[in-house]
C-alpha cells in the first residue's frame, strides 16, 4: 500500500532511504534546511575551487552497491580505489609511510622498526576479519525493538570475542605491535569514528579489517559530493520534491500520532510519515522538547570530539603531496588523550590533508591545487570560543609548509575555515561534535535513540545519531534500517 512519506533532512541518510521509498511506490517529499544536499557530505564552490566539506573517501563499496541493487538503478557515480590508502608523516621521522593493502609491501616499510610487522599485521587482521564477520550482520545490520531484543542478539555473538569489550582500541593494537610507528599508523581509523583510540571500543578493530583486506578506500571521480548529486538526480526521475531553506522548529501532536510539524516561516508540513534525518537526540531536543533529551541531559552524553575544517586554494601545484596524508606531530599519545577537552593541545599538530584536484583537475583552476584540511579538535563543550582559529590554522598551514620543504602561504588565494561553531549551525550538531553521538558501549545498538519515535507511531529516524552509527556506509546501512520500519508501517 503506497504511503505519503515526508523526510526532514536532505543529508545522506534522507535521500538514501528517499529513494528506496520512491521505488517502491510512496510518495516522498523532502524538506532541507541549508540551500543544498547532502548535509556533511556537501560541497563548497569558491573562487574557483571545489572542495568537499565533510568526508574525502569512503569505505564499505558493497553496501552502496547493495543500495544500488535495492533501488534497481545503477550506481550514480564513479569511483576508484585507492592503494595506497593514505600517507601517514610523523614531525621527527623524515620517513613517508605509504598504507598499502599489500601486506608485504606495507611491511617492508617497518622493517626498521618492527621487523616482524607481516606477521604481527596479518594476525591482527585475522582477529579484526573475525570481529566483523561474526557481528556486522547481526549487531549492525539489524533493526531492535528493544534492548532485550538486542542483548538476546549479543548473545549469539562468538563468545570469544568477549575481552574485547573491556579494552580500548589502543590496547588492543599495543596487543599486536611493539613500535610506535605501527601502533600509531594502525590506530588511526579509530579517529573516522569520532574519537580518539583511548577511548573507542577494542571492537571496533574490525574497522582495519575493512581497510586492509576487506574493501578498502575509494575516491569519488569528481569529488566526494558526486554521491549527493547522484541520488539527488535518481530522486528527480522518481518526482520526489526537495524544498531547501526549510528549518523545523515546532510540532503539533495528538496523542501517539504527529499532525504536523512547523517551519520557521510558520508553514506547516503534514504526512502518513515523518522521517527524521535531522540528528536523532537534537531533533527529540529542540523539536519535541523531550525531557530525556534536554540540554543538560544532552550534555551529559558521550559526543563525537569538534572537526576545525579548512578549505584552500592555492596558485600552484604540490606534486610532492599525495591525495590522501595524515601528519603525526611527535606527541601522539598526549594529543590524542587531550584533544577532547583540552584547548591547549591544538598548537601540536595532528592533522589529515586531502588534495582533492591531485586526480580531480576540474576542482581547481589550471595550475592551481584544492586542499582540505581536517583537524580534529574540542568541540563547544570544552572549547566554546574559536577567537583564535586564525592562529590555529595558521600555525598547522606553517607546520605543513615545512613538512612539504615549500611554503604554501603566500600561494593562497582562496580560504575557508569551519570551526565546531560553523558546524554546530550549519547542521545542528550538539555542541558542534562532528559526526554526533560517540560509540561507547552505552551508546550503540539499542542504547542509541532508536530509528522509531518513542511517542509518535508515525515518526522515524535516520542518521549519524540513531543505528547503526557515523559515516557514509553506516548512513547507506541506516537507510536500509529504516525503510524497513516504514515498510512494515500500520
Request: proline share 4%.
Amino acid at each position: 500500500m503506497s504511503k505519503n512519506v515526508l523526510i526532514v533532512g536532505a543529508g545522506l541518510g534522507g535521500l538514501a532511504t528517499a529513494l528506496r521509498l520512491a521505488k517502491k511506490g510512496h510518495k516522498v517529499e523532502i524538506i532541507e534546511k541549508n540551500s543544498q544536499a547532502g548535509g556533511r557530505l556537501n560541497q563548497i564552490k569558491k573562487d574557483g575551487f571545489t572542495f568537499d566539506t565533510g568526508p574525502s573517501f569512503f569505505s564499505m563499496s558493497f553496501e552502496f552497491k547493495e543500495f544500488a541493487k535495492d533501488c534497481n538503478i545503477d550506481l550514480p557515480f564513479k569511483y576508484i580505489e585507492l592503494d595506497p590508502l593514505y600517507t601517514v608523516n610523523f614531525s621527527d621521522n623524515p620517513k613517508t609511510f605509504y598504507l598499502y593493502k599489500d601486506i608485504k609491501k606495507l611491511a617492508a616499510q617497518f622493517k626498521d622498526v618492527e621487523p616482524d610487522f607481516e606477521e604481527r599485521m596479518t594476525n591482527y587482521l585475522k582477529n579484526s576479519g573475525a570481529l566483523f564477520h561474526d557481528t556486522v550482520d547481526l549487531v549492525i545490520k539489524n533493526n531492535f525493538d528493544s534492548v532485550f531484543s538486542y542483548i538476546v542478539t549479543l548473545m549469539r555473538v562468538n563468545p570469544t570475542h568477549i575481552p574485547v569489550l573491556f579494552r580500548s582500541f589502543y590496547q588492543e593494537v599495543k596487543r599486536n605491535f611493539n613500535s610506535k610507528e605501527a601502533r600509531q599508523i594502525v590506530s588511526l581509523v579509530a579517529f573516522f569514528l569520532g574519537r580518539t583510540p583511548f577511548d573507542t571500543m577494542a571492537i571496533y578493530t574490525l574497522l582495519s579489517y575493512t581497510e586492509f583486506k576487506h574493501d578498502g578506500y575509494f575516491n569519488v571521480e569528481g569529488g566526494m559530493y558526486k554521491i549527493t548529486e547522484g541520488i539527488v538526480n535518481e530522486l528527480l526521475k522518481e518526482n520526489v520534491k526537495i524544498t531547501y531553506n526549510t528549518e523545523i522548529v515546532d510540532f503539533v501532536g495528538n496523542g501517539k500520532k504527529l499532525e504536523y510539524l512547523i517551519d520557521s516561516k510558520g508553514q506547516k508540513w503534514s504526512s502518513d510519515i515523518i522521517l527524521v534525518n535531522g540528528d536523532a537526540a537534537v531533533f527529540r531536543s529542540r523539536v519535541f522538547k523531550r525531557e530525556k533529551y534536554a540540554l543538560e541531559k544532552l550534555d551529559k552524553m558521550n559526543w563525537t570530539m569538534g572537526y576545525l575544517t579548512f578549505y584552500v586554494g592555492l596558485k600552484c601545484k604540490l606534486p610532492q603531496v599525495n591525495h590522501h596524508n595524515y601528519y603525526l606531530g611527535s606527541n601522539f599519545e598526549e594529543y590524542a588523550n587531550n584533544v577532547l577537552q583540552n584547548p591547549d593541545s591544538l598548537q601540536k599538530p595532528y592533522y589529515y590533508v586531502n588534495v582533492l584536484s591531485k586526480y580531480n583537475l576540474e576542482c581547481a583552476p589550471e595550475g592551481c591545487e584544492s586542499l582540505f584540511f581536517v583537524c580534529p579538535v574540542p568541540n563547544l563543550q570544552h572549547k566554546p570560543n574559536w577567537d583564535d582559529k586564525d592562529e590555529i590554522v595558521n600555525s598547522i598551514i606553517a607546520d605543513f609548509s615545512k613538512r612539504i620543504d615549500k611554503n604554501i602561504e603566500p600561494e593562497i588565494v582562496s580560504k575557508t575555515i569551519y570551526t565546531p561553531l560553523e558546524w554546530q549551525d550549519q547542521f545542528n550538531l550538539h555542541r558542534g561534535s562532528g559526526l554526533g553521538l560517540s560509540h561507547s558501549m552505552n551508546q550503540i545498538g539499542a542504547f542509541r535513540p532508536s530509528n522509531f519515535d518513542e511517542k509518535f507511531k508515525n515518526v522515524y529516524y535516520v542518521g549519524a545519531s540513531t543505528i547503526p552509527g557515523a559515516g557514509l556506509p553506516m548512513a547507506i546501512i541506516s537507510s536500509k534500517l529504516a525503510f524497513q520500519r516504514i515498510e512494515k508501517h500500520k
